[in-house]
């Protein structure tokens, strides 16, 4: 039997069964464990949305599963799948695609690209459900004009706030001009990647 740990959960390692690549690093409860099992499709358990959700379920990479298997201690679980896509919502094939080349460690309050990218994945996950009490499935439902002209709302609220040079408020809306700027690259199916790849080349 596995051991969960506190919070009812595991830690689970998935793994490419032909190229032995590790893909991710991610959590299961007793629920996901038993979806797993009984589904040969990799199921996990979402720490910041509370709720288990399938691999692929609105990219369409899933992980079909090999074997499953925990670690001496049987508290850690190895999974080896047959993915149909890339395993990170980034693009890449594996989450572990970030090269260290120094000794400079982020403390975990401390914020990088990766909150765009799990925002983003939100943002396409409300795409997919629509649900009715959400303001993202609303902007989407209200079709291309309708974001763009909230894009270019909150672009001139940004410029506002920045001459009036009030720091505090210039961050709200610089974080709603982002938030809403995603809202639109995801209704044209452009993902942080694109504009990461576009950025790196204009710093060439």
């Known amino acids: 039997m596995v051991k969960l740990n ?3 959960l595991i830690p689970v390692i998935t793994q490419d069964a032909a190229s032995h690549e590790v893909l991710t690093l991610a959590y299961m409860s007793k629920e996901s464990i038993q979806k797993t099992l009984d589904e040969k499709q990799v199921w996990f358990y979402s720490r910041s949305r509370s709720k288990l959700w399938k691999k692929g379920e609105s990219s369409g990479n899933e992980m079909n599963v090999k074997s499953i298997q925990a670690d001496c201690d049987y508290d850690a679980i190895l999974v080896q799948v047959e993915p149909t896509g890339p395993a990170c919502h980034t693009g890449h094939i594996s989450c572990f695609h970030n090269k260290i080349e120094d000794a400079t460690i982020s403390s975990s309050n401390e914020h990088n690209s990766s909150v765009i ?5 939100t943002i ?5 459900d629509m649900p009715s009490d959400s303001y993202t499935s609303k902007l989407f439902a209200s079709g291309t004009d309708k974001i763009a ?3 270019i709302e909150e672009a001139g609220e940004t410029a506002l706030a920045g001459v009036g040079k009030n720091k505090e408020n210039t961050i709200g809306e610089i974080s709603d001009l982002i938030y809403h700027l995603l809202v639109m690259m995801s209704n044209l199916d452009i993902t942080p990647t694109d504009i990461w790849s576009e950025l790196k080349n204009r710093s060439k």
Do not use: H, I, S
């Open 149 to 151: 002209q909230k894009v």
């Open 6 to 8: 506190a919070e009812g």
């Open 117 to 121: 990218e799990e925002l983003y994945a």
């Open 124 to 128: 396409q996950q409300r795409k997919k």
